[in-house]
DNA sequence: CGTTGCATTGAGGAAAATCAAGTTGAGTGG
DNA sequence: CCACTCAACTTGATTTTCCTCAATGCAACG
């Protein structure tokens, strides 16, 4: 989070960040229903946030990884929509909502910093949208696996080789798509040589052809 | 907007809601890459909000109607990312976003009602997500009605009978379909007698069944 | 070394896209 | 007022894509 704040403004807000909760490989961060009290910044590890329906569907509606804000879904009704769960051991900060209220109003780039966080979700959200609502299969996966790379780069990992957390179910259910297109996608994929995959853990030998697999190139945040 | 504030607290935002703009239908409120000031309260009429890409994909994100805010994804950036288009007359108010920053310190209940709306825009994103996920046509477009049905009925409309102001075309980007599907889902729909569909009238035979038909009830908003 | 969970691959089928007519309805101009 | 145009819609035939079902592979683990 601490992006554009002075040093002061970020003393003050590790006043807010009361402690720090770590969560096995498999457990809940939160749950859908729970009551809603902090939003969550992870400091490392690896988590998925999914809706569950009565009628047993599931709907994976992120991956998240080291800097990013969980939560901000259950400000508006101050229930959590959505299960997370840690896809390994993961370190988050508890950030009692009411008390990020409060000091934002003191601090005003905090307040429009954690505007910007807001909608940068809503942004990634659409461009999920998009993704489900018109790209094919291999669209979705080529552009899945783009976005992953970007991050790890950005989190000084390499982008061309990095270890998939979540299984090709999981993929499948970001991507709008059953696991055995989305494994037969990546084997597609291998076959042309734009990729390599070993199980999870995946290697980029094409960038620029992974990147014309997508027709697009606004990558999902 | 004004929900939970006292009467000071509206006075008071009424000072910011700078002034009206009218939009008439097929007129742009914004479009992307355009620079943000505002955000947009719609005081009447009823908009689409679309991303296009290079390519030509686009992809319907959102249609918007009376009480709803405007311009909330491109806070992150401070650019729009997506057309918002007029699908009929339209009045909106615009709310210089710097200036709802400044008074939302001096009103905490401003402040938390807005992070209220961005969370709920947040959570209906979700919502399309599960639909565009795991939902067939059908589905898609039962859960669409039913969504319009509420949003016309709390408007103080009737939830049975309305008019669409969007083209099938529309209604296919918006759900992840082609507009032939969604034609025929509709004749479907009508078969079963669960609608009455005259070229944009819509008519609610059977409330019931229509949200059997999607499985579950989590409407979005 | 069998069990278990995850992944791959193939065959067949269902859903939706695409292609191709035709229809309807609103608006335009003769 | 009628013919004309154009856009939106409907419907049918065909093709593509993805899902479903089923078999198999494969590594981790007790």
């Known amino acids: ?125 659409h461009g999920v949208m998009l993704l489900l609502g018109s790209m094919k299969a291999e669209e979705r996966l080529a552009s899945f696996l783009l976005n992953l790379s970007r991050r790890f780069l950005i989190r000084g990992y390499s982008e061309y080789n990095f270890n998939l957390r979540m299984t090709r179910e999981e993929i499948g259910s970001y991507l709008g798509l059953k696991l055995e297109t989305v494994s037969r996608a990546f084997s597609k994929l291998q076959d042309e040589n734009i990729i390599r995959v070993d199980n999870k853990h995946i290697q980029i030998n094409d960038m620029t052809r992974l990147r014309m697999k997508m027709g697009n190139s606004s990558c999902i945040t």
């Open 1 to 125: 989070m601490p992006v554009g704040l002075n040093e002061n403004e970020i003393h003050v807000l590790g006043e807010v960040v009361s402690h720090k909760r770590k969560i096995q490989r498999g457990g809940y961060l939160h749950r859908a229903g729970s009551k809603f009290q902090s939003l969550y910044a992870i400091r490392s590890g690896f988590l998925k946030t999914c809706i569950l329906e009565q009628d047993g569907r599931q709907q994976v509606t992120g991956f998240h990884m080291t800097g990013e804000l969980l939560g901000l879904d259950a400000i508006s009704t101050e229930i959590h929509t959505c299960d997370a769960v840690a896809l390994e051991d993961s370190e988050v900060c508890e950030i009692p909502f009411a008390k990020l209220e409060e000091i934002s109003r003191t601090i005003p780039s905090l307040m429009h910093h954690f505007h910007k966080i807001m909608s940068r979700e809503i942004v990634r959200d």
